[in-house]
């Protein structure tokens, strides 16, 4: 035992000796650690997304954080500014009136990637968002967006609708919701949601064709497009349901409405009416303080 | 072996770039390929960067009417990176995938890069590899003696003076000849494989001032081809010549007789006939007659039906309508055809086979035996008729015409 760790030792100092033979290491550090050039826009996003929650969105097209399968173009600039407004004013804003501004501080992604194009999959769908493991939302089409009038339907149905799905797959990536919801439905379609209509998902008890998808995709699809719509919207979808159909979304409403309440303290109904009251004073927002 | 670390080399690196960019006066023009196979051929980009890291651009493809500006960056990866990462109209067009050229379908468009690593970078010359695609794009400071919107209307003239060749030839001076067709984007050159088959190699271009420059050369024979410049004024009908040494031209090419004989479609008429055809159409007529029925127009041509694409006696009779019978043909060199009836056709065209006298109709073209013919025209480049002289029978031979001739049984 002895002579072995002399050994050890005896090597590790050949070792050290021949280390010193080699270069210096240098006291220069290789990565630049000078404040980088901000024009104004990314002065406003150090102002409203870095420095309060520390996120970092990217307007500009980052090649390693986008999804090369994709043929994709970058994000016009000026609907990219009108974008990060309206995120941060529906968005983060609607979860930080009703939280207090620890809870987006802890649980928002870390990283807002912007895309100007669709993309699209095989089966001719498209592709609106994605979040990655609660630290990455990727949202697309972002050229699609008319700044110069807005059209409320268009924005809930491209961004606002995707944002909240996004942000709730962070959540429940984080806190994961009851198994029984697995339950309740026994024929989601997989990648053959496309087939379906809403219409028809509905009376299968689904609140959307892609919601049929996957459990994961039923449970923030609830979430979204209830927080998104009236409540009148809410009654029509059950309404319009049948039988089976409103029964089942019952069911699964009610375990959403309690793990929010629980795993997170949200109360559904209070988020709904935040994010509507804010959905309609966006529409009213001025989008020239960027310059 | 360096003296620097390669991050900082790298950084060094991203800085020069970044000064050479903004010094062309009159900015650079880009030789783009979109697409990993370059099979969209090759787009005339304009480019001029300011040291703010904005870029504005004009292209071939938007036209000399459209500038965008966006902004630019250069990034560290495998080596620099130039990446013009926000939106620009004209630069992005090639990689949308909503597909504003209508080229590629949703979801792919163009397939063009906008994110290009830098190979090399001079006051004379950048070299950039596209990042998903491979391809690579030639920028070079552009001429301040001359307007981009200049260039561009120069470069839509060249290319429609290009689009008038489609056929052409090339003899090296072994003297191995090789067909070839020009098409927009890219050169198609046929070749034989060992067993004597025929397969396309293909290869893309972008128009110049003269003519095109292709992005691979162009391989013929022991010879490689990098450009061909326009020369309408050479030979005949003009002539493209190689930018680079080689030992022939290339001049367009006309298809043989025989071939435009298959290819088109050629009216029949009884005054076409010699004494021998006429006698056996007379006798058809008679029938046609006592049915009360005849036929408006017949034609040699190629015809696609659900049995297939077939090469046919076609007649259009005022009674049933269309009636095919179909022959088998062979060329013989560049101006002999044989033909035979295939014993196969349309319904029609077996009913009037067997009730109406046609396989007397078609006698002089082909039936139980097959004949061979010579073929002579009054315009090779352009005919107008051709005439078949059967080989064998000094009796048979018959013309056919490019213009419709309307009741030709009796005409």
Redesign the interface.
Known sequence: MKATKILLALSACVLLAAACDRDKISSESIFDTTAPERNAFDTWLYENYVLPYNIQFNYAYEDRETDNTYNLVPAEIDKAQVMAQVTKYLWIGSYDELLGEDFMKSYCPRMIQLVGSKAYNSQGSVVLGTAEGGLKITLYNINELNIKSLDVNFLNDWYFHTMHHEFCHILHQTKNYSTDFNLISNDYQGPSWVNLEDGDARTMGYITAYASSAPDEDFVEIISGYITHTPAWWTGVLASAGATGKVKLEKKFEIVENYLQQSWDIDIDKLREIVLRRSDEVMKMNFDTIK | MFED?S??RI?AEIERIKEILPDAPNGWLMEYFPEMSQSYGGYNLFLSFSPEMEVTAMSEATGKGKTAT??F?IKQ?AGP?L?????NEVL?YF????DPAGIGG????L?GD??FLVLSATAEEVVLKG??TGSVAVMTPFSPSMEWSDYLDDINKKRKELSDYYRLKYTNEDDETFELRLNRRYLEVYKYDDEGARYSEYYPFIVTLTGCRFYSPVVLGNEEIEGLILVPEMGEDGAFVPTNEASGIFVPSYPNLNELLITKNWFMARSGLSPYGQKLWDKAKEKLDAAGDKIIYCYLGMATNIQGTNYSFNFSSQKNGTGLLYFDYDYIGTDGISLQFSELGSYYGKEYYVNYGFNGVIDPIGNEKKRTFTLTTDDIKNPNWIKLTDKDDSENWFTVYRSTIYNPFEN
């Open positions: 670390s991050a900082k950084e966006s902004s960056s990866s990176v990446s013009f990462d926000t939106y992005h990689s949308d995938p909503d949703p979801g792919y468009g397939e906008f994110e990042r998903k």
